[in-house]
């Protein structure tokens, strides 16, 4: 097992490993210790997006002692570092947990916000297992703004599964289906129109004659109807744009979601020049595939600013992308 995963901060608070040791005095193995830190820190720490803007000395130690709230990456490098001054090898992993259920397309919607840390720990003979010592966060309400965000993602998918994805086998799938379900579709359009034909046609009449005596007012309905589904669809895309162009003039406000933006803006940048970033690749070892040796050094740069920005939170750190951006952008 490689040594960089018992490694510890050099300037450790000296209470964090006492803190561990203290916790665990009843567990007498290591996966007990595990279970026990990971308790611990979900029942005694509470979960918070709301953050001071001023970076304390050591978030450690501040999280662990003073605050006692933080998001998901503070819980997993708290678990982290008490399991490595206990000898256990951790490592912190990034990904997403499941995200929001859409009962109209059978799919899970994941999202930014579904961005998750959590901690895996080696044990020999067992390889790594994982845990999460982040509590719960409220969870959100269905109200009827979150639902129409669900039409959306269906309508997302849709699009996506019959239109952009559109080949023979989806050809044939539609066929089959259409072949299938025609003469029942068919017999339940006879048996529906049947049983509301007085009603439509009752609906039908009225809304001629409306149309006959008000011409001007039923265009300007329509209208109206009209542009107000066209800015649904566009409205969370628009919103979107908006936060991406404040938080570009302003990346002191949200810095993990500035740099994120600032990042993809950079790599797009070099991918017009010709040095694109394969998915597989970190961004440190994107950095260091480009062959420039210049501007391998400021990308270099950036990413590092980018990363303590990204999973530090660190304003100041991502108040200097927009600097080093253009760095990039006038080396020819």
């Excluded at 709230?69 to 490592?91: D, K, N």
């Excluded at 509301?196 to 004659?209: E, F, G, I, N, P």
């Excluded at 309905?221 to 991406?244: D, E, H, N």
Aim: aromatic share 12%; glycine share 4%.
């Amino acid at each position: 097992m490689s040594l960089n995963y018992l490694q510890l901060p050099s300037t450790l608070d000296i209470r964090v490993p006492g803190l561990a040791q203290q916790v665990t005095e009843a567990a007498d193995n290591d996966y007990d210790k595990a279970v026990t830190i990971e308790r611990y820190l979900m029942s005694n720490y509470g979960y918070t997006l709301q953050l001071t803007r001023i970076r304390p000395a050591d978030p450690l130690a501040n999280f662990l002692f003073e605050r006692k709230q933080g998001h998901c990456e503070y819980f997993a490098s708290a678990m982290a570092v008490m399991l490595r001054t206990l000898g256990i090898p951790t490592r912190v992993v990034n990904g997403f947990r499941t995200g929001e259920f859409n009962d109209l397309t059978s799919q899970y919607v994941v999202r930014a916000r579904n961005a998750h840390s959590w901690v895996e720990a080696y044990f020999p003979g067992y390889a790594w297992v994982s845990f999460d010592p982040t509590p719960p966060a409220v969870s959100q309400m269905q109200g009827g703004w979150n639902r129409a965000m669900l039409y959306l993602d269906a309508l997302a998918s849709f699009w996506r599964e019959w239109v952009i994805n559109y080949d023979s086998t989806h050809q044939a799938m539609l066929g089959q289906e259409a072949a299938r379900g025609s003469r029942l579709l068919l017999e339940n359009m006879r048996k529906w129109a049947r049983h509301h034909y007085a009603a439509l046609l009752d609906v039908a009449r009225r809304t001629q004659y409306g149309v006959k005596q008000s011409p001007r007012r039923s265009s300007l309905l329509g209208a109206l109807f009209t542009t107000s589904l066209l800015l649904l669809i566009k409205a969370r895309r628009l919103r979107l744009l908006v936060r991406a162009r404040l938080l570009r003039a302003h990346p002191e406000r949200s810095p993990r979601f500035a740099a994120t933006i600032w990042y993809e803006q950079m790599t797009r940048l070099l991918a017009r020049r010709g040095w694109r970033k394969s998915p597989s690749q970190t961004p440190v070892e994107f950095a260091k595939a480009i062959e420039d040796g210049l501007l391998r050094e400021r990308v270099a740069q950036f990413t590092r600013h980018y990363e303590s920005a990204r999973f530090g939170d660190s304003a100041e750190d991502a108040c200097r992308l927009p600097e080093l951006y253009e760095e990039i952008t006038a080396h020819r």
